[in-house]
């Protein structure tokens, strides 16, 4: 068994966390869970210890991985002081503040001889996994661009944010995810052109992104904002051959939130009017328009790859510099904004 604890006990931890570590209860043991304060609006789950006291995790032999959930701005200093403790360490993200705070963490996880990663769940949305599987099937062609929307419609946000901080970047707090796609598949790009906005004015809250990587002839997209009362889809693919269309996002997040749990045999799977349309011509030049039946997400395998990473000795699913790039690009990011 993998014995596990946790730094947070907000939504990050039990929303996003905890149904995807209990899932695999013949591997993973969730012993501890850590707060400031010692209060939650999560209700408390039976068998786990709950705590104010950090020494009940740092003092524990048995647990093995410390998951940091607490804000961003925390990340660096929380890892830092889990690995100076002696245990493995699973940050959220963003995973750091700076590509040197990244560095430093790998570093002095590396001179302890323990892990550390970044939690990229986000590798296992249903519509990433079906846009690679399209790709692989090699009906579009040579890929020619590749378009990812991350949209919402809250404004409300924004206004709320009346100075601008790295901790309350959008492009920090959302790009994170989708960038980490991009890297985990398509590698270091050639070039990056960055366009990063204050649609509120200057100083205010980052509130928009598209940003475009380029890989040869090919280039990838990725666009957000707060201001999308309709989203755009998730992602569009084109070819020299063809093109997918994906509407709709993962709906993992969506059942989460509704606190329907991945211990149901239908937990954020795509329905038929959710999947995907195909359309392409084929080698004989006929032309052809089709669903594609969306592939499973699952975030459990972010804990099942922790498992095999510090209990079986196997790689870890998310490598350092992929880690230390995606930061790279953020912070070049927010310095085209900034000498916008």
Known sequence: MLTIAYIGNGKSTNRYHLPFA????????????YSRSGHSDWAPIAGIHYTTDLNDIYGDPEIQLVVV???????????KDVLMHGKNALVEK??????????????????????????????????FLTVQKVIESGRLGDLLEVEMHFDYFRPEVPASVTHFSIGTSYLYGHA??????????????????????????????????????????????VKSSYFRIKPRPSFVV???????????????????????????????????????T??????????HEEKVVSAVGDYSRVYAGLYEAIIDGQPKTVKDEETILQIELLEGGIQAMQNA
């Open 22 to 33: 209990l899932k695999l209860d013949q591997q993973i043991k969730v012993k501890t869970i």
């Open 238 to 276: 084109y070819g020299k051959q063809g093109m997918f269309l994906k509407a709709g996002k993962d709906r993992q997040e969506t059942d989460l939130k509704h606190f329907y749990l991945p211990d149901h045999p239908d937990f954020g799977l795509d329905q038929p009017a959710d999947y995907g």
């Open 69 to 79: 959930a607490t804000p961003s701005q925390s990340h660096y200093s929380m890892a």
């Open 278 to 287: 195909l359309t392409y011509m084929d080698d004989a030049a006929q032309y």
């Open 176 to 221: 994170c995810h989708t960038l980490d796609q991009v890297i985990s598949y398509f590698g270091r790009p050639d070039k990056v052109h960055y366009d990063v906005r204050q649609l509120l004015g200057t100083d205010r809250m980052n509130d928009y992104f598209d940003l475009d990587l380029y890989y040869g002839t090919l280039k990838v997209s």
């Open 94 to 127: 963003p995973f750091t503040e700076t590509s040197a705070e990244a560095r430093a963490l790998f570093a002095l996880a590396k001179q302890k001889n323990l892990l550390i990663q970044c939690y990229q769940n986000r590798r296992y949305d249903s519509d």
